[in-house]
């Protein structure tokens, strides 16, 4: 009895989960993930690195702990093509994809 106590113990994970708020969907599937890996005996933190100012969901309800981490500016994120134009077809066009670069930059500057 004691010995199968032992190798749970060992099977338990520290998981941190990255998961900037791109989009509800985004928070949505990583929030789902996180519960999953809570309900498997592992302990979950979420990190949100707040790209979007506005959105503070974090789609899950079994983590033990949420950590939002915002810029000391605001992000350009409401700049990116996705947000500006949802339904333009070209959303993968390498000046949206590097101006997204750009602002994930935004949180590795001073804050």
């Not at 009895?1 to 998981?15: E, P, V």
Request: overall charge positive; charged content about 15%; proline content about 5%.
């Amino acid at each position: 009895m004691i010995s199968i106590n032992i190798l749970d113990a060992r099977r338990k994970l520290k998981i941190l989960i990255n998961s900037p708020n791109v989009g509800y969907s985004h928070l949505q599937f990583q929030g789902k993930l996180a519960d999953t890996l809570v309900e498997a005996g592992h302990d979950v933190h979420i990190l949100i690195p707040m790209w979007n100012q506005v959105d503070y969901t974090n789609g899950t309800k079994k983590v033990q702990r949420v950590l939002r981490y915002s810029t000391i500016t605001p992000t350009l994120y409401h700049e990116i093509h996705w947000v500006t134009a949802p339904f333009d077809s070209n959303q993968m066009d390498p000046k949206v994809l590097n101006k997204m670069l750009n602002f994930t930059g935004q949180f590795c500057i001073g804050s």
